[in-house]
Nanobody
Framework: VQLQASGGGLVQAGGSLRLSCAAS????????IGWFRQAPGKEREGVSC???????YYADSVGGRFTMSRDSAKATVYLQMHSLKPEDTANYYC?????????????????WGKGTQVTVSS
């Protein structure tokens, strides 16, 4: 199982970025994928997830600004981020998760990808 996040970068506050998480080594449609982020000195935060049937969950901190989607043909999930704030600055990771409309949970079987850095300047 491999997950590879990409798309991070430096953006000004109010700007947008789209992160991608490319998956391989498993049946993509059978898995929910989540995004997490961790800033220096802070705990890891579950940001968003999308189930295999398209249910999505968003943390309160990003609701209304971030949107997840998935492309089965490309085995890739996306995190479209708008209206970025300096507090969104973090390393963003994707992982296989348990996901529903109201929850995002890691499991003992979660697989993690390497992160991509998002930096939002004020």
């Amino acid at each position: 199982v491999q997950l590879q996040a990409s798309g991070g970068g430096l953006v000004q506050a109010g700007g947008s970025l789209r992160l991608s998480c490319a998956a391989s080594g498993f049946t993509f449609d059978d898995y929910s994928i989540g995004w997490f982020r961790q800033a220096p000195g802070k705990e890891r935060e579950g940001v968003s997830c999308i189930s295999g049937i398209g249910d999505t969950y968003y943390a309160d901190s990003v609701g209304g600004r971030f949107t997840m989607s998935r492309d089965s043909a490309k085995a890739t999930v996306y995190l479209q981020m708008h209206s970025l704030k300096p507090e969104d600055t973090a390393n963003y990771y994707c992982a296989t998760v348990d996901c529903g409309s109201y929850y995002l949970r890691t499991t003992g079987m979660s697989h993690w990808g390497k992160g991509t850095q998002v930096t939002v300047s004020s």
